[in-house]
């Protein structure tokens, strides 16, 4: 079936180093992305969005890029802190209306 | 300017009791979505309610419902509860019925006993 999934379930990362998250999408007709932070106990908080007429999109220190032609999606963060520790979520939202589908999560472990 | 607020934070219930979560979106928002997170898992979609009516529904079970108030506060119930539908229920708020930034309150972890 169709799904957003992600390619690496654990990324280990220096601090100080750039950090790169990966997600696939199979459904062609998405058209609006989501990443998420999620840290243990809280609820997700929203990283940054990107909409399918854009191939990039900058904010504080993140950097989604979208590539349509393989149905890729990835987040950059860089100069990772020991705060950016989390589980990183893409969400896929398929129709009008903000229903979200998520994949299953990039855990990010920053070392000192 | 309060975000999503979500009550009770913690619940522990008996397999076959009912339970109700509710929620309290972000100011000026409309929109409220319930979603299911089960431990090591991405949240899944429950459903959604938009001027006090389900607008969209995930593949849950009817033991699955919920509520809007004309003030976009939202309940969610479940009844004849089971051991698998320990998880944490999150609550995302969202403006209108285009594709917009959903805020997600901190949950409620409802454990099944």
């Known amino acids: 079936g169709e799904s957003v999934g992600l390619h690496l379930p654990t990324l280990s990362v220096q601090e100080g180093d750039n950090s790169i998250i990966n997600c696939a999408y199979s459904?062609?007709?998405?058209?609006?992305f989501i990443w998420y932070k999620q840290e243990s106990g809280k609820g997700p908080q929203f990283i940054i969005d990107i909409r399918s007429n854009m191939d990039k999109r900058q904010g504080q220190r993140v950097t989604v890029l979208l590539n349509k032609t393989v149905k890729h999606l990835s987040l950059q963060i860089a100069a990772t802190q020991p705060g950016d520790s989390a589980v990183y979520f893409c969400a896929e939202n398929r129709a009008a209306g903000n229903k979200l589908t998520f994949g299953g999560g990039t855990r990010v472990l920053v070392k000192p | 300017d309060a975000g999503v607020t979500q009550s009770p934070t913690h619940l522990i219930k008996t397999r076959g009791q009912q339970v109700t979560l509710r929620c309290s979106p972000k100011?000026?928002?409309?929109?409220v979505s319930w979603y299911q997170q089960a431990l090591g898992q991405g949240p899944q979609f429950i459903f959604q309610y938009y001027e006090e009516e389900e607008r969209q529904r995930g593949n849950f079970p009817d033991r699955f419902s919920g509520h809007q108030f004309p003030n976009y506060s939202s309940e969610l119930n479940v009844n004849a509860l089971l051991l698998g539908d320990s998880a944490l229920y999150l609550c995302a708020s969202s403006s209108g019925r285009m594709n917009t930034e959903a805020f997600f309150g901190q949950g409620t972890r409802l454990t099944v006993v």
């Open positions: 100011s000026g928002h409309d929109t």
């Open positions: 459904n062609s007709a998405s058209d609006y």
